[in-house]
């Protein structure tokens, strides 16, 4: 398949973990999804601050976002890179509200996850604008060569009990995403990336896509958050069948 969105390049997700950012949704567009955001968490864009809400596994219930992951622009680049059985498997918001002290150290997903194998392809969207101040994803390019140890941080800062020994870490490498709303950055499971904290007065609504490929095995008693964990069959065929009994059930219409 032939993709030919600005800012998406092949080779450079295969040289460097990542590719973009590509815009997929307009500005206004983006604007409705963070109203529909909002509306969700009981707060208004205008006054946005802390929220108890699960940030996990909403698209098992509203199927507006649920429609996220099968957006056919975000799938067209999926494929170009994964081929073309695609599963989607979880869907993740990731929420800085003003002011927030929580960071995301740097850290490899394919740590968290008990899959087999562990190969994965996030879709990282921006609802809103992300820049340094308000804690913007960060990359270091080609980092995805090897496994990273993961150790107990000890860090009240951090948002994950575990991540890489930042003596580990060349952030002089690091790419800083600044992301107008629309915009997604994609990149692999072994990609080392992080987040400061958020010491500004807006907000940063992000969320991710994951994607894998049917035959990749979720190894479900190993989850510590299983019930979160479902897998959908977003094109393509599955011949494998490992993960029948995990199958997602798309919602209905809002």
Request: hydrophobic share 40%; aromatic share 12%.
């Amino acid at each position: 398949m032939l993709v030919t969105l600005k800012g998406f390049d092949v080779e450079q997700f295969q040289a460097e973990g990542f590719t973009g950012p590509v815009r997929v949704f307009s500005e206004a567009e983006a604007a409705e999804l963070r109203r529909k955001f909002y509306a969700e968490i009981g707060q208004d864009e205008a006054h946005p601050g802390p929220t108890n809400k699960p940030m996990s596994a909403w698209h098992h219930r509203l199927r507006w976002f649920y429609n996220l992951a099968a957006n056919e622009q975000i799938l067209d680049l999926i494929e170009a890179l994964q081929g073309p059985n695609l599963v989607m498997w979880a869907m993740h918001f990731w929420y800085k509200e003003p002011r927030s002290g929580k960071r995301i150290p740097w850290h490899q997903d394919g740590e968290f996850w008990p899959m087999t194998p562990v190969k994965n392809i996030s879709a990282w969207v921006a609802f809103g604008p992300a820049f340094r101040a308000n804690g913007c994803l960060r990359i270091i390019p080609g980092s995805h060569r090897r496994k990273y140890a993961h150790i107990d941080l000890k860090d009240p800062q951090s948002a994950f009990g575990k991540g890489i020994d930042p003596r580990e870490i060349d952030e002089s490498k690091a790419i800083d995403f600044e992301l107008r709303p629309g915009e997604v950055v994609i990149f692999n499971e072994s990609a080392i990336h992080g987040s400061e904290a958020n010491t500004s007065g807006t907000a940063r609504v992000a969320h991710s896509i994951r994607y894998t490929t049917p035959e990749v095995k979720f190894l479900m008693e190993q989850w510590s958050d299983a019930g979160r964990i479902r897998t959908y069959l977003m094109r393509g065929a599955d011949t494998h069948h490992l993960n029948d009994a995990i199958r997602g059930a798309v919602p209905a219409d809002a």
